[in-house]
């Protein structure tokens, strides 16, 4: 159930200004907390996510384990976790096994790790963010944001999907959704952002999540509308209204162009 608290705002606060995305300084209305259960052999690490935990407004922790063999069977318990901070190498059983044997509808996973290399695993399976160590408070917050962006209820943002194949020629694609297959018309789409393993795709009514990178669905694109103008961002060019201070507005909504992609952009704009 939500519940309404006044945040103070005192000057100069560093987490406060850390936090600032996720949260209002003013009495609000807040979502009901994500409750969190943490799981790393490592007892400094696992401090280090307790207290990020506790001082992040909208989080509850449930537990803090040592390894995920002891997580399994919380998964069972009540209340079950809304989020799962896991490190990916545990004794007996990894972060990244466990993934794989999550039950359905899953919690969602950030994952956490002293080894890059492993992010090309991690973002294989349907897992939010992975973070790096040593832990970095407003990464962390950055991760907790996107955690909440793919938990919004509908209509703002459609359940998970996975892409149908379309063929070359169509100016539509059909995207897999609580059991039924939608129709996106490609015109209708104003931009696509990219997270982690997901896509986010946006159209003036509402958002589809699907199950797709941000490589893949530009493939699948019309050359002619769309076009990528930032590592995160694909653009229908049709929707563009303006440019300025290297940014895209699309209706509502904005939207950066990175410096490798504004030539591109720009003489894609003046063959339009």
Request: with cysteine; aromatic share 6%; net charge negative.
């Amino acid at each position: 159930m939500g519940y309404s608290q006044t945040v103070p705002c005192p000057a100069g606060s560093l987490w406060l200004d850390l936090s600032s995305r996720l949260y209002s300084c003013t009495a609000m209305s807040a979502p009901a907390p994500l409750r969190c259960i943490i799981a790393d052999d490592n007892a400094i690490n696992r401090l280090t996510l307790e207290q990020f935990v506790r001082i992040t407004e909208g989080l509850e922790l449930l537990a803090s384990l040592p390894d995920a063999v002891q997580l399994v069977p919380r998964l069972e318990q009540e209340p079950r976790p809304d989020l799962l901070l896991l490190d990916i190498e545990m004794p007996h059983l990894s972060g990244l096994e466990l993934v794989r044997l999550l039950p359905r509808p899953a919690p969602s996973v950030v994952l956490v790790t002293s080894h890059p290399q492993f992010a090309v695993d991690a973002f294989a399976l349907p897992v939010a963010d992975y973070l790096l160590k040593p832990l970095d408070y407003a990464r962390f917050l950055q991760a907790v944001a996107r955690v909440r962006e793919q938990r919004r209820p509908q209509p703002e943002a459609e359940a998970a999907g996975e892409l149908q194949p379309a063929a070359p020629n169509d100016q539509h694609l059909f995207i897999k959704t609580n059991n039924k297959l939608v129709r996106l018309n490609f015109a209708d789409v104003l931009y696509i952002e990219a997270m982690s393993a997901y896509s986010t795709i946006v159209t003036a009514s509402r958002k589809h999540i699907v199950l797709s990178t941000l490589k893949a669905l530009e493939e699948r694109l019309p050359f002619t509308n769309f076009l990528r103008v930032h590592r995160s961002y694909i653009v229908n060019l049709h929707q563009v209204d303006s440019l300025a201070d290297s940014h895209l507005q699309l209706g509502s909504y904005e939207v950066p162009v990175g410096k490798s992609y504004e030539a591109a952009l720009f003489g894609r704009m003046k063959s339009l």
